[in-house]
């Protein structure tokens, strides 16, 4: 066991000396993190195109028809998470020498400090965005009757169509009022004609109002908020283009409102026998502060709220050596977002 330690401790001083280039360090380096914010901006997207049929829609239904395509896009959803990003300006080295019992350190591939003496559980990756399935679209053309689709021009098609969804109507109107010539049997076929009858007049008044396609999409935008920014513009927005980066102004910016609640929490205590021990190693980790943020327009709308623990809104401290001195050991997880200590288990050594 112990051949086995000295083995590691000189890989891990080795590893640290030639991260180190010319000035070998007699530890591991790590990074403590920084906090972003993780959003899921959902976006909808409306396209309507004119039907064949648009410049009749006034004369038989009093209501103007599309006349060219017209696109419009709206948020209809965020959600938020924290991830960690490494703080250059947050490094340390833990020693690695045979005064102290660390004998694992796990980091994040940006060299994020996640555990000592103990293996972190790797975050899982966010569930990608699956958009609802789209309906198969309405072709006008399977409700048209042969006088409709033998019609010589689009002055007598008009006419006709226009016909054939009055009568459509009035053949509601009549199931309605149970004075229909073929009446349904029960509450279910009466359903299915019903729904049969507004398929064929959704169907046959697209040729007037045009057809409207809708889809939504996810995009991930992620930011760093800061003590000196408390209301950056984290993207912009256009109803007529969609999302735009922060710097594209074809879009009104959206803000993320930041609140310091000036409040951390407390790390896990350290056992009293342990306390008392003085050591001169030292390892920092983070203490957390907490912030709450609002998404908002320019005019103040809302769009989202989300309160998070953020390692550079705290502090950092220092953990007594003795956790790892030559009486105790100790297991260290940290949370890989905000860094704070998540679970800190000790026992003495034999």
Do not use: W
């Not at 879009?251 to 003085?278: C, F, H, Q, R, W």
């Not at 220092?318 to 026992?347: C, Q, R, W, Y």
Request: hydrophobic residues 40%; contains cysteine; neutral net charge.
């Amino acid at each position: 066991m112990k051949i086995l330690s000295t083995i590691l401790l000189s890989a891990l001083a080795a590893t640290s000396a030639m991260a180190g280039g010319d000035k070998p360090v007699d530890g591991l380096s790590y990074s403590l993190p920084k906090t972003a914010v993780r959003m899921q901006v959902l976006v909808e997207k409306t396209v309507t195109q004119p039907g064949q049929l648009a410049g009749f829609s006034q004369l038989y239904f009093g209501k103007a028809g599309v006349s060219t395509q017209q696109t419009a896009y709206r948020i209809v959803g965020v959600s938020f998470s924290s991830e960690g990003r490494a703080d250059a300006d947050r490094r340390y080295t833990v020693a690695i020498d045979k005064k102290h019992s660390i004998l694992s350190v796990d980091c994040a591939p940006d060299g994020s400090l996640l555990a000592i003496n103990t293996k972190a559980q790797r975050a899982k990756a966010s569930a990608a965005f699956v958009p609802s399935p789209r309906k198969a679209p309405l072709n006008p053309r399977d409700y048209m009757s042969q006088d409709i689709l033998s019609a010589g021009n689009l002055p007598k098609m008009a006419q006709l169509v226009a016909q054939e969804i009055y009568d459509i109507r009035d053949s509601r109107s009549q199931l309605s009022r149970g004075e229909a010539d073929f009446m349904p049997k029960d509450g279910e076929q009466l359903r299915l004609m019903y729904s049969q009858l507004a398929t064929q007049e959704a169907a046959l008044m697209q040729l007037f109002q045009g057809t409207t396609t809708v889809d939504t999409t996810a995009t991930v935008i992620s930011f760093i908020p800061t003590k000196e920014n408390l209301r950056p513009v984290v993207f912009r927005f256009s109803k007529s283009f969609g999302l735009c980066a922060a710097d594209d102004y074809s879009g009104d910016p959206v803000y993320a409102n930041i609140e310091d609640t000036e409040s951390s929490k407390p790390l896990p205590e350290t056992p009293a026998e342990v306390a008392k021990m003085k050591d001169d190693f030292n390892l920092g980790v983070a203490r957390p502060g907490h912030i709450r943020i609002t998404l908002a327009t320019a005019e103040g709308k809302p769009l989202g709220y989300y309160e998070t623990d953020a390692a550079q809104f705290g502090t950092v401290e220092m953990l007594n050596g003795a956790l790892f001195g030559k009486k105790f050991t100790s297991h260290i997880i940290l949370d890989p977002a905000t860094g704070g200590v998540v679970e800190l288990k000790t026992e003495p050594l034999e």
